[in-house]
């Protein structure tokens, strides 16, 4: 309009450079403290490396490490980096130089677990301001003396040294989420009656000697951050009121640099990862209650934020000064580049399933159900374009046939993808239907608009039978073509119908009654069918064979998944299954024990996880002349899994033609 001047920016504030400490930042962007596991034997290797190296070149303004080891008597898996042995120095170092290269500004954060654990077993020695079990983690922490206190605090500042030594911008001191500096400051984890317990100024003893300890060691030139847990959201658990009070003391004593925020501890965790049963910027609020407090800090704001609009709506706010993204960078570690290049319509969004926190709180490297390259960087290395081009054809447009199709294109091959269905996605499409999954939306809106762009001529509405194959004369066919669902015969006089559901529930074909719901599964789509169930106000009955529901669900959003079953009143039944159905009624059988149970009057009796691989087309293909290595199966078509296989076979596919 006339007399309006535009941007060339259209992220102007997330993109300003800001000071930390005696360091500028090329954007207030700051990708926090995210668990890896890709260390090699405690050391930096060449995973690791291309790992932090891909991030860096993301464009991000400021990167902090995973958690780093500060004691001795910590566990140690294999994954995590040991920061009070020196002998991680070099290691450190060439990580370090590896994303300062790239421009960003590199941080180590200091971390130790105290009474927390992730593991299904209670870990040798765990330790912790008082002798109290954490309710998630379970088992009896030693109460620290005031001696292991004051040793725990030189481990602290040797651990930052190290970081300073191995060339790093600064540190950050992990004092949120449950962990060891938390559980001091928590009235609801710290009954010690010394001084380092008891009043408020007790409780936040042991942080700020840690903080002053490390000043001391590594002097005024690096940065020192402090990760500050807002509200543990727990009851007689630290609250934002103290949170704030604690900041004003952060803020006054001029050792700190900036806060990171979070919220929760253990007994929360889930509220650590909000996924799709929260909304979008969920502790926004919450969170902005810290900046007043903080005084000149600069107070960083991480909260399931994904968009480059959200950053930026928070900064323009002043409710923060940087935003911290986690998930979002997992994902896609270019999201700065894109949204500064004005093309926040190619980031690739996070789906909210945590799988990523899931692998690595079983003491797995990272990984992501939609990035198949994440973890990966060092062997898939940077896409080339092919050296000739083929002729390929992609059978099935769902997830894997999409990527499949994308890395082709990408790499110059002429590439056709053919699916039956007159639209792409496979079973995303009503997958994405279901209650609390509309974020699988984000997986079609990525790749569909990417395959177009990579030059693939798409054809729906159409079976790929063999004609049709042999008359596009394709090098190379990728089958992408899913698994059926399937029911199994149920003994009975039929009166109870057994179907299966991607997620959504035909309410039409449904008398009055019970709905139960057999788990064969122990996943997310059980999980869509049974909350799809709930939403009809009928009595559900969920059962499974395994020992518990959603047994390979990540545990944060098995959580929030269950929390939400309960509340509607979904009855779970455990290590049972059904057997027959009669009069309506149908008979389940515990799997171990053979108790029976009959449940009365049912509507109908969903049966999810049996799949049945639509393989067939191979078969046919190489008794016809193709060769093995010219026909790729890929994903459900080879067998029936997870979201994660079928992606990282597409992206593997489209690399080896």
């Keep these: 309009m006339p007399g309006q001047t535009q941007s060339a ?31 090699e034997r405690n050391r930096v290797g060449d995973r690791m490396l291309e790992f932090y190296r891909t991030l860096a070149q993301g464009g ?92 725990l605090i030189e481990w602290f500042a040797t651990s930052a040294m190290h970081c300073i030594e191995a060339g790093m911008d600064g540190v950050e001191i992990h004092g949120a989420q449950g962990h060891l500096i938390q559980q001091f400051v928590s009235p609801y984890s710290n009954h010690r009656d010394d001084l380092y317990g008891g009043s408020f100024e007790n409780r936040i003893r042991f942080p700020l000697a840690i903080i002053a300890a490390v000043r001391k060691r590594i002097g005024s030139a690096p940065i020192v951050g402090y990760r500050l847990g807002v509200d543990e959201l727990t009851a007689g658990g630290l609250g934002v009121e103290e949170t704030k009070r604690l900041a004003e003391h952060l803020s006054a004593d ?30 926004r609020e919450l969170q902005a209650q810290i900046k007043p407090a903080a005084g000149e800090l600069p107070v960083v704001m991480c909260t399931r934020i994904q968009t480059p609009e959200q950053g930026e709506d928070i900064l323009a706010a002043g409710e923060a000064d940087m935003i911290g993204f986690c998930r979002a960078f997992i994902v896609d570690p270019h999201w700065p580049k894109a949204a500064k290049a004005g093309r926040a319509q190619d980031i690739r969004r996070c789906i909210a399933c945590n799988q990523c926190w899931g692998w690595i709180s079983e003491g797995g490297p990272i990984g992501c159900a939609v990035n198949p390259t994440l973890g990966l960087e060092y062997k898939w290395g940077k896409l080339e374009r092919a050296w000739h081009r083929k002729k390929v054809l992609v059978v099935g447009g769902g997830p894997g046939g999409l990527e499949a199709a994308r890395i082709a294109g990408l790499r110059g091959h002429h590439v056709t993808l053919i699916e039956k269905s007159t639209e792409l996605g496979g079973r995303l499409k009503t997958a994405r239907l279901a209650p609390h999954f509309s974020e699988l939306q984000h997986v079609l809106d990525y790749l569909v608009p990417q395959v177009q762009a990579a030059g693939v001529e ?56 019970t709905i139960i719901i057999m788990d064969e599964d122990g996943y997310f789509w059980p999980a869509a069918v049974a909350e799809a169930a709930a939403q009809l106000g009928r009595r559900v009955v969920f059962a499974t064979r395994f020992f518990e529901p959603f047994r390979e669900m990540p545990m944060v959003s098995r959580i929030a998944t269950l929390r939400e079953l309960d509340r509607r009143g979904v009855e779970m039944r455990a290590n049972m299954a059904p057997i027959s159905a009669s009069n309506g009624s149908v008979a389940l059988r515990h799997y171990q024990s053979g108790r029976e149970e009959l449940i009365p009057d049912c509507a109908a009796l969903f049966w999810v996880g049996l799949q049945q691989a639509n393989d067939g087309l191979s078969a046919r293909l190489r008794a016809n002349g193709f060769d093995k290595k010219d026909v790729m199966v890929i994903g459900d078509a080879f067998a029936p899994r997870r979201l994660p296989q079928a992606l990282r076979e597409g992206h593997a596919a489209g690399r080896s033609i």
């Design 9 to 39: 920016q259209p992220f102007p504030k997330l993109f300003e450079p800001i000071r930390l400490g005696s360091r500028e930042a090329r954007n207030r962007i700051m990708r926090v403290a995210t668990t890896a596991h890709l260390a």
């Design 60 to 151: 991000a303004g400021v990167i902090v490490t995973e958690g780093l080891r500060v004691h001795p008597f910590e566990a140690e898996p294999a994954g995590a980096m040991l920061m009070w042995d020196r002998a991680s120095i070099p290691g450190m170092h060439k990580l370090t130089k590896a994303v300062t290269a790239e421009g960003a500004l590199f941080i180590g954060q200091l971390n130790h677990g105290g009474r927390q654990h992730l593991g299904r077993f209670v870990p040798p020695l765990m330790v912790a301001p008082s002798a109290i079990p954490c309710p998630r983690s379970g088992g009896v922490p030693h109460a620290l003396t005031t001696e292991e206190i004051e040793d």
């Design 254 to 283: 001029g050792l700190v640099s900036y806060v990171s925020l979070s919220q929760g501890n253990f007994n929360t965790i889930d509220i650590h990862l909000p996924e799709r049963h929260f909304p979008m910027v969920p502790y």
């Design 458 to 513: 798409t054809i729906t509405g159409q079976e790929a039978d063999y004609e049709l194959i042999e008359e596009h004369s394709p090098d190379c066919v990728v089958l992408a073509t899913g698994a059926m669902p399937h029911t199994p015969a149920l003994t009975g006089d039929g009166s109870v119908p057994v179907l299966t559901s991607d997620g959504i529930i035909d309410v039409a074909a449904l008398r009055d009654g």
